[in-house]
């Protein structure tokens, strides 16, 4: 059950712009997990990619006839997302070879007081972007640097609390992007350092400690990505006629609720 439960809340809150890292990490102080949390999150990562390869077929498909168009010196539509994808994507996946490189990878004791402020000052940020940014542009409409900015902005993710879907749309909404847009780019946006960070948490892990999937991973990829499903399915929906706004809320909420038992 407990396994479950983890499941559930890493993939809903990955795929909601509420910052999915606080409530791991509240998640895991509350689950009698112990050392299963870091073993767990590599079969959720590998379902809630799997979620978003599903809702997003069309798109990937897109993306990868595009690829053999850019193989072959053909310009189309195709082509030019994957090349959106590329520039967006390697940011994250540069700042978190440097991060391996330099040996200042995570160890998973964020502390409760930078969740908290990450929280509040980047639900704070989402709030004012939805605000202030104005709705006209599709993914189409995007350039190359554009897509190199919000590659960018996705990887201040790598900071505790950010929140990569939360960080990805604010930057889409400061643009001009549509909201649905913006949710969309970010979605696709993070499959390919989603997939990077997997393959090397898994590498590391089989290496040190003799990680195999098992019965437990196994169940946690499968509610995974029933969950992360569902809140993709959730958000879209939602984003065709509402704001950001909820989720900017949520989040100043959960991170003062953060600070209050830290200063309390």
């Avoid at 999915?20 to 809630?48: C, D, F, N």
């Avoid at 498909?61 to 997302?81: F, K, N, W």
């Avoid at 879907?165 to 949710?183: C, K, P």
């Avoid at 900017?248 to 003062?256: I, M, P």
């Amino acid at each position: 059950m407990n396994i479950v439960a983890l499941a559930v809340v890493q993939s809903v809150t990955e795929f909601l712009p509420v910052g999915s890292e606080a409530h791991v990490a509240l998640a895991s102080r509350v689950l009698p997990l112990g050392p299963l949390v870091e073993r767990l999150m590599i079969p959720v990562h590998l379902g809630t990619v799997l979620a978003v390869l599903v809702y997003f077929h069309s798109e990937l498909l897109s993306a990868v006839i595009g690829t053999y168009h850019l193989a072959i010196g053909r310009s189309s539509d195709s082509a030019r997302l994957t090349v959106k994808l590329f520039i967006g994507s390697v940011p994250m996946i540069a700042a978190g070879v440097a991060l391996i490189l330099l040996d200042m990878q995570p160890d998973g004791e964020t502390s409760l007081l930078m969740l908290g402020w990450t929280m509040v000052g980047f639900g704070a940020l989402l709030f004012l972007a939805d605000r202030m940014g104005m709705t006209l542009r599709r993914i189409e409409h995007m350039s190359s640097g554009t897509a190199l900015a919000i590659g960018l902005a996705q990887a201040i993710a790598l900071v505790p609390g950010a929140g990569r879907i939360g960080i990805t749309m604010t930057a889409a909404r400061l643009f001009g992007f549509e909201r649905t847009d913006a949710a969309r780019f970010a979605m696709l946006l993070g499959v390919v350092p989603i997939l990077a960070f997997a393959a090397w948490h898994s590498w590391t892990l089989a290496r040190t400690q003799g990680w195999a999937m098992g019965t437990d991973g196994a169940i946690a990829a499968g509610v995974a990505f029933v969950a992360a499903l569902a809140a993709i399915a959730f958000l879209m929906q939602w984003l065709k006629r509402g704001t950001l706004a909820p989720f900017a809320l949520y989040r100043l909420l959960v991170g003062a609720a953060l600070l209050y038992s830290v200063y309390a």
